[in-house]
């Protein structure tokens, strides 16, 4: 995470319950993570953030979006402070 107040964004998903395929090739399905390399903050909550993809050998069957579970501010000049102080204040 760039450039945020938190170093990590928690994500979500729903998982399709079912997906149709031709029968025998339940075992030939693969699911594909697709996510940014980097964010950079804000990011609210809800945003889609990515895609989970079922797929087979022809293509992509499903896709379900990968979203932000909770809000991540910018980084603030205040943040940043209070970080220095926590890091003083514990190591002293």
Do not use: H
């Not at 395929?21 to 809800?46: D, M, W």
């Not at 499903?62 to 003083?88: H, M, T, Y």
């Amino acid at each position: 995470m760039q450039k945020g107040e938190e170093p990590a964004l928690e994500l979500c998903y729903t998982a399709p319950e079912r997906c149709l395929a031709v029968k025998g090739q339940g075992s030939a399905l693969q699911a594909e993570v697709e996510l940014p390399q980097t964010l950079e903050a804000p990011i609210r909550e809800g945003s889609v953030i990515g895609s989970l993809n079922i797929k087979n050998s022809q293509g992509i069957l499903q896709s379900c979006p990968i979203i932000a579970a909770k809000p991540v501010d910018a980084r603030s000049f205040s943040g940043c402070f209070r970080r220095v102080v926590n890091a003083l204040w514990l190591t002293a």
